[in-house]
């Protein structure tokens, strides 16, 4: 199966890091949010990525094309020319990277990459969020009911106290900054059949709008409900927040991947895992800015 992911748009509301480079390759930790987001498709055994590139676009090309040379250790012969490689710690996957358009909309990407899906079930999602969402419960609940269209639904990281009050205007229950405020909104990582691809007209569709209201309007469109970790980065404070989780003292939530077993296939039953570790790798910093500087 393939996951496609958004990667195209201009991230504004992060201008302090998207001035120079495209918001999924905003780090966290020392790698971009969006080889933190394949790591857990991966860790489900979906390993072929079509990732829909815009603004910035060649940052994330150039970044996959030396993605070898920045994750082995080298051996330089100045004389010959020559590099050998000492050891191959990169990860088994096959990543298709397609320009979409700098200001082609969420479908409209998605359609211009359909000519690279297969007939079957594909999973689709954001190159700005990470959870720890149960990729092959959720590609089995949408199996499972039949419909086109399976959106995760979770609830977001309260911002607010809420309370309860009586009639006569006396606080009855407090919760401070309740998570979702008890309501549920898209999480992205959808599993989708190829015929969604039909409720895109074109590069002016943004699939949050018409392709999902039909979809919903038509009784094709299900929620997996996700009730653990979800987290976007949309701003500096998202960026800092997920940074802190990862650099503290336990592993960060969304790292559900473990390097040391062999990932589940989404086609098995069950999934099961010693703990997660973290794989540290240098930082993309140099490499992106040295593209940019290019420009």
């Not at 082995?72 to 020319?81: G, P, Y």
């Not at 609830?155 to 809420?162: A, E, I, L, M, N």
């Not at 401070?176 to 969604?196: C, H, R, S």
């Amino acid at each position: 199966m393939k996951a496609v992911i958004l990667a195209g748009g201009y991230g504004t509301r992060l201008s302090e890091e998207t001035g120079v480079r495209p918001k999924p390759m905003v780090e966290v930790g020392p790698r971009p949010i969006l080889w933190h987001i394949m790591k857990i498709y991966a860790h489900y055994g979906v390993t072929d990525f079509i990732i829909c590139c815009g603004y910035k676009g060649y940052v994330i090309k150039e970044y996959f094309y030396h993605y070898h040379l920045l994750n082995a250790d080298i051996t330089v012969d100045l004389s010959t020319r020559t590099t050998t490689f000492l050891n191959d710690s990169t990860e088994p996957w096959t990543v298709s990277l397609i320009d979409t358009g700098s200001g082609t909309l969420t479908g409209g990407r998605l359609k211009r990459v359909s000519h690279l899906l297969d007939d079957e079930p594909f999973f689709f999602t954001y190159g700005d969020g990470v959870a720890n969402v149960d990729i092959s419960a959720s590609l089995a609940f949408h199996k499972q009911n039949g419909l086109l269209a399976t959106m995760t639904a979770v609830q977001p990281p309260g911002r607010f106290g809420t309370f309860t009050l009586t009639p006569n205007s006396v606080v009855e229950r407090f919760r401070e900054k309740p998570q979702g405020n008890d309501a549920w909104i898209n999480g992205g990582f959808f599993v989708l059949d190829p015929a969604v691809i039909d409720y895109i007209d074109g590069d002016d569709t943004t699939w949050e709008r018409d392709p999902l209201e039909r979809l919903a309007r038509e009784d094709q469109l299900a929620a997996y409900q996700h009730d653990g970790f979800w987290h976007p980065m949309d701003t500096l404070k998202d960026k800092n927040t997920l940074n802190d989780l990862w650099d503290g003292p336990t592993t960060a939530p969304w790292a559900v991947w473990s390097d040391s077993v062999e990932a589940p296939s989404p086609h098995k039953e069950g999934n099961s895992s010693s703990s997660p570790q973290r794989n540290d790798a240098p930082s993309t910093h140099a490499l992106s800015y040295a593209a940019d500087s290019a420009s």
